[in-house]
């Protein structure tokens, strides 16, 4: 059932700026342009657009307000939702409430080859229970990297705590990257909230004007199971992951971007007998592989962004069951589209849709030996973001989920933010 709400809250936020920032307008995002060309078709970071890699201090970040409405089963137990830390940008309530996050992305160069970069994120920890501050403010360090251009452009190694560079998926942890409020379920079937500690080289090879190859490579620790928990600041089991994408700008220019991504890695060595429910995949051990293609599109202020992402467990036995893989697969879209006006205080009107579409498979005790079935979700996401100017908008958006292979639940959910970058 669909509750319709009809009033759309905001919150009051600051914003300013450093080193004579310079908002762009690029029809698609509004965000901090960079001292780059647009014919630099290197890969990046999540925060990437944030980073000035020739400035010698650079300082930018967003605050992003969000008010949900009411939802009445929004906290229902559904094994397709993501995995903990679950929706981090809507608030963990059946109730109507406000949630906040805001991040700081600070970059430097320190020779000709040499950067560093930090981006740390600020959230209202959904449960009120983070790790420190009034309403359990939780605080996270997701990039801290140390990087040196050994070959310019053609490859660069950084070391540090680092985003997964699997596909396009972790941007949508990013407040003000996200173009709605929730993070798509679909990349549930990716390790959820992946950030790696490790070693990352990068490169790119342009190939005429219009077109490039750039290519990322992460060497990790990995973590331990499909959750926030897993992740540690050491190596769970000696085993190593590795991931990887290469990106394609076929020729129009940085208008189209396609990827392809790969990560392969142990989670676990094998029986943890301290968990005695064997319908617990963290029972078993597990080894883990991952696949997935993204995609970019824009022309003229009509914008498109999408992946696909498949993933595999190849679960050890426990001397009585073997549960065999647990395979786990989504995909999402979204389309947006511009129009522009020519008022002074309001920049343009952006309507925008999304489809997200998850499938995953679940243990489950059958009689007294463990088997799996498949369950699966999607999430249709329509609403529209109203430009105040290039790094301040409102947007809303109201989200249907529909649950198969379960009971469905009544989480259909409206939620409005604002967001002020700088």
Do not use: C
């Amino acid at each position: 059932m669909i509750r319709k709400i009809y009033y759309l809250s905001a919150l009051l936020v600051f914003s300013f700026s450093a080193n004579n920032l310079i908002a762009q307008d690029d029809g698609n995002e509004f965000d901090i342009s960079l001292d780059q060309e647009d014919t630099d078709y290197s890969w990046q970071t999540p925060a990437g657009k944030y980073l000035e890699p020739s400035s010698f201090f650079s300082l930018h970040g967003y605050v992003n307000g969000v008010y949900a409405g009411s939802s009445d089963e929004w906290t229902n137990p559904d094994p397709t939702q993501l995995a903990s830390p679950g929706q981090l940008l809507v608030p963990n309530s059946n109730n109507s409430s406000f949630q906040y996050d805001f991040a700081i992305i600070i970059g430097s160069e320190l020779t000709e080859r040499t950067r560093v970069a930090v981006e740390a994120h600020y959230v209202s920890d959904p449960s009120g229970r983070g790790a420190a501050g009034p309403g359990g403010l939780s605080i996270a360090v997701t990039e801290a990297t140390g990087s040196y251009d050994l070959v310019p452009k053609a490859l660069t190694i950084s070391a540090g705590i680092f985003w997964s560079p699997f596909g396009i998926i972790n941007k949508d942890w990013l407040g003000a990257q996200n173009k709605f409020s929730l993070v798509p379920r679909a990349s549930g079937a990716y390790p959820v909230h992946y950030n790696e500690r490790g070693i990352r080289v990068n490169g790119v090879f342009d190939l005429s004007e219009n077109s490039a190859i750039n290519y990322v490579v992460s060497l990790g620790n990995g973590l331990s199971n499909y959750n926030l928990s897993g992740q540690a600041s050491y190596d769970n089991n000696d085993n190593k992951t590795i991931t990887a994408r290469i990106g394609f700008y076929p020729g129009l220019g940085k208008d189209l971007e396609i990827g392809l991504s790969y990560m392969n890695g142990k989670l676990r060595d094998g029986l943890d007998a301290t968990i005695v429910n064997i319908s617990n995949p963290e029972r078993y051990g597990s080894q883990t592989s991952a696949f997935g293609i993204d995609a970019a599109y824009k022309l003229d202020n009509l914008s498109f962004q999408g992946y696909f992402v498949s993933s595999k467990e190849e679960l050890s036995t426990d001397g009585v069951n073997s549960p065999g893989d647990i395979k786990r697969m989504g995909y999402t879209g979204e389309i947006l589209y511009l129009f522009e006006t020519d008022l002074e205080y309001l920049k343009g009107i952006r309507p925008k849709f999304r489809y997200d579409f998850i499938e995953v498979d679940q243990l489950y005790l059958n009689g007294l030996n463990v088997d799996s079935r498949t369950l699966d979700t999607s999430t249709l996401s329509f609403g529209s973001d109203i430009v105040i100017s290039d790094n301040f908008r409102f947007g809303f958006d109201y989200n249907i989920s529909t649950e198969n292979g379960q009971t469905e639940i009544e989480n259909d959910r409206f939620v409005g933010k604002l967001i002020a970058q700088f």
